[in-house]
Structure formats: C-alpha cells, structure tokens
C-alpha cells in the first residue's frame, strides 16, 4: 500500500474483485489503516468442474475468507494470512442396467434402468498463508497479486443427497447405488484433505 490518504485520510476502504486459483472468481472488501497493515474479506467462487486428481466426482465450491496484510517496508510489498470456510459440493450421475444386474425380475419394477444422481456436502476450516504485492494509487485505484497455500484444517462430516426416482423401491436403491455414493464421498474426502496452492490477481478502488 502506499503513504497516501483517501477520502476518509489514511484510512481507506472499497470493493476488490480478482481471479486465481483455486477460487476462479472472487469479490470481497478490503481496508487500509495504516501504509503497514490492511485487512480485507474475500468471496472464491468455483463452477463446477472435474478434477480427476480429486476422483470421479465433479466438484463446485464457495469459500469465505478473512485475512490480514503486513507491509513491513510499508509499500506494496505483504506477508500475510487468511482463515475461513470452504464449502464444498460433489455430485455424480450413474444409470443403472436393472436387468442386467438382477439375476431375476425384481417385483414392482417394471424399468429396465434407471437414473440415480449422489450429492453430497463437505465444510472445510482454511488456513492460507501468502505474500504478494497489493498497491493503492493516489486516486483510490487498486490493484495486486498474491500467492500461497490452502491448508484444510477441520473437515465436517459429509452430508449426502440423493436423487432417485420415486417408483423405484428402496431395496433396488440400495442395491446398486452404493459404488456410485461411494465416488462422491472419496472424492470430498480428497479435497478435504489436500494442501491447495494459490494464487490470485486482484482489483478494485479504495477510497
């Protein structure tokens, strides 16, 4: 940041916009206090996507972030550090051959497949260490870039959804859908546990 004030003298607060990795879009706030110290929140957003590093699932999340800056030569230059949430969707589509699997008519099913799509949830403490360059001009214009590494801290439990036709009897769901509730449930597992790195270019207009 630089030794220049803003509207409201040296502090100076306003909107910041960006795109990275692993967040591909991401909007948040931040403040300056001091030339030697800024904070800020910040909003990652994920389409969803398959990684086949991750498992056979595809993937989409959201993270919340707060984080702080220290400008120890109180220019552009930061050490810094975030901690947030990172919540995380997987989902998986299957269509399973009834009679191919059945050794025998199954009573009450009249299909000879049938669709069944898995969901489910995970909600993951971050920690994310970074340095970068974050600089404000003189007319509030802003902009920088960073890097650093996402660490999980504290996974919740993962929370399954399933879609499935209502015809089809809970036996026959039960008997077939286990492989597929067990890709999502790997997949999250992974990204809840993988070190992530990051990094981010950034925007916006402090004032």
């Known amino acids: 940041m630089d030794d220049t004030d803003g509207v409201f003298g040296p502090f100076r607060i306003g909107p910041v916009i960006g795109v990275g990795l692993p967040s591909f879009l991401s909007f948040g706030g931040a403040i300056k206090l001091t030339k030697y110290f800024g904070a800020g929140i910040n909003f990652g957003i994920v389409p969803e996507i398959q990684f086949a590093y991750y498992g056979d699932a595809t993937v989409s999340y959201q993270s ?6 220290i400008h120890p030569f109180g220019g552009g230059f930061f050490l810094g550090a975030g901690i947030g949430y990172a919540h995380v969707r997987g989902t998986y589509a299957d ?3 009834i009679s191919a699997y059945a050794p025998a008519p199954i009573p009450g099913v009249n299909l000879d497949s049938f669709p069944y799509t898995s969901e489910a949830t995970v909600q993951t403490l971050v920690l994310t260490p970074e340095l970068g360059y974050f600089f404000t001009f003189k007319s509030g214009f ?4 960073d890097a650093g590494i996402q660490i999980p801290i504290a996974p919740s439990e993962i929370d399954f959804e399933s879609h499935v036709d209502s015809d089809i009897p809970d036996a ?8 597929t509730d067990e890709r999502v449930e790997s997949t999250l ?3 809840g546990q993988t070190i ?3 990094i ?8």
């Open 64 to 69: 919340v972030n707060i984080y702080g800056h």
């Open 95 to 97: 269509e399973f051959d």
């Open 142 to 145: 802003t902009m920088g870039i």
């Open 172 to 179: 026959v769901v039960e008997r077939f859908t286990k492989p």
């Open 189 to 191: 597992e992974r990204v």
């Open 196 to 198: 992530l790195p990051t």
């Open 200 to 207: 981010g270019i950034k925007i916006g207009w402090l004032f």
